[in-house]
């Protein structure tokens, strides 16, 4: 089984050809951010023509390294939802005129799923595992309990986490995206010369918070003497941003493997995906929580775990080994929850 994947719902444009044997056989990747980079953040109308100007080559790249022609495809598989409308569109649209053409069936795929599925084509995970979803649009802690089965444990009320990470970077001065440049930075710094709080810490539930955390920090900045934050006082307002980030989250996940064990007593994994997942000292709190309940940490390959076409093509074979191909009607969903039946958050900033 060989299905071409397409991802068009963010900031990169991506094609990738992967088969039922867990085989990436293509994964093209080709990020705007340079096209972003100037604003500060992502530019829905530059996104969706970027994604438009690049697509039809992505996928015959995809293709050729693939060493394989359309014919030999089963199906072809588009982020649909959640994301935003204009690339959404280019990538649904190319995937349906495609799956026409070529008379194999079209898969809808929703961009969460296709990071929580990602653990089973890197290391063939079972069902049922916990995952917490970081990246710049999404903060979310799922139960994955099987394709298209999903219990949402906690959601963002305000900003995605790599989105406050972002934030915090350009309050700084230290540019897009901001993520790794924080993540440098307080590396040199000392997390605890600056007090910020612990927004949702102790709280039950898993929702998370960042909105009090990115106020407190601009307070902190504003109390600064001198116009601009010294070198020194950069370093530390970093340290001590990502240390509160690391509390929240290892809090937050601590509630979420006690909800986990509570459904699945034997549930043994915690997979971590999401372009935040790259940080390292979030990756190391994940790992001795993830060692002090007696969970295995599964976190993807980088390049797998930021957006990418591979996870797209690989929800695509899930899918359609279980017959849950779509219609050509499919409407792409820029809001498009993978657990309908969860609680919506309140005050929600959230998108899925
Ligand atoms: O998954 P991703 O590539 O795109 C989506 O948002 O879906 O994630 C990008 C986000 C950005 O907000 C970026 O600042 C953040 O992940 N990020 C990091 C690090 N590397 C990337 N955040 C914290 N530490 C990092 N090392
Ligand atoms: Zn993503």
Redo the contacts with the bound molecule.
């Keep these: 089984m060989i299905v071409l994947g397409i991802e068009t719902s963010?900031?990169?444009t991506a094609a990738a050809v992967v088969d039922g044997e867990r085989r990436i056989l293509a994964d093209r990747v080709l990020s705007q951010v340079d096209e972003h980079r100037p604003f500060g953040g992502i530019v829905p109308e530059i996104a969706a023509r970027a994604h438009l100007d690049h697509i039809d080559r992505l996928v015959a790249e995809a293709l050729t390294e693939a060493n394989i022609g359309f014919s030999q495809l089963d199906g072809v598989a588009a982020t649909a939802g959640p994301g935003l409308i204009g690339g959404l569109m280019v990538g649904v649209t190319t995937a349906k005129a495609i799956a026409t053409v070529h008379d194999v069936p079209f898969l809808a795929v929703n961009h969460l799923e296709g990071?929580a599925l990602t653990a089973r084509l890197t290391d063939d995970v079972a069902f049922p595992y916990l995952v917490l979803l970081?990246?710049?649009?999404?903060c979310q802690l799922l139960v994955v309990e099987g394709v298209g089965n999903y219990r949402r444990l906690g959601t963002t009320v305000d900003d995605?986490?790599?989105?406050a990470?972002?934030k915090a970077?350009k309050m700084l001065g230290l540019g897009f995206?901001?993520?790794?440049l924080?993540?440098k930075e307080a590396a040199k710094g000392n997390p605890e010369r600056f007090t910020l709080p612990r927004p949702m810490k102790g709280r039950p539930g898993c929702d998370f918070s960042f909105s009090g955390l990115k106020t407190a920090l601009r307070r902190a900045i504003e109390t600064l003497p001198g116009d601009e934050p010294s070198a020194r006082d950069v370093a530390d307002l970093c340290a001590a941003f990502q240390a509160a980030v690391g509390d929240v989250v290892a809090d937050r996940c601590t509630n979420a493997i006690k909800t986990f064990h509570d459904i699945h007593p034997s549930g043994d994994t915690l997979v971590v995906a999401?372009?935040?997942a790259?940080?390292?000292a979030?990756r190391g709190r994940l790992a001795a929580l993830a060692q002090d309940h007696g969970l295995r940490l599964v976190a993807p390959p980088m390049h797998l775990?930021?957006?990418n076409a591979v996870m797209i093509a690989w929800a695509g074979i899930e899918r359609l080994r279980l017959g849950l191909n779509d219609g050509l009607d499919f409407r792409p969903r820029p809001r498009w929850p993978l657990d309908p039946d969860a609680a919506p958050a309140v005050g929600a900033g959230v998108k899925a």
């Design positions: 963010c900031d990169e990071h970081v990246s710049g649009g999404h995605a986490i790599g989105e990470f972002d970077a995206p901001g993520g790794p924080v993540e999401g372009g935040v790259a940080n390292t979030l775990c930021t957006d």
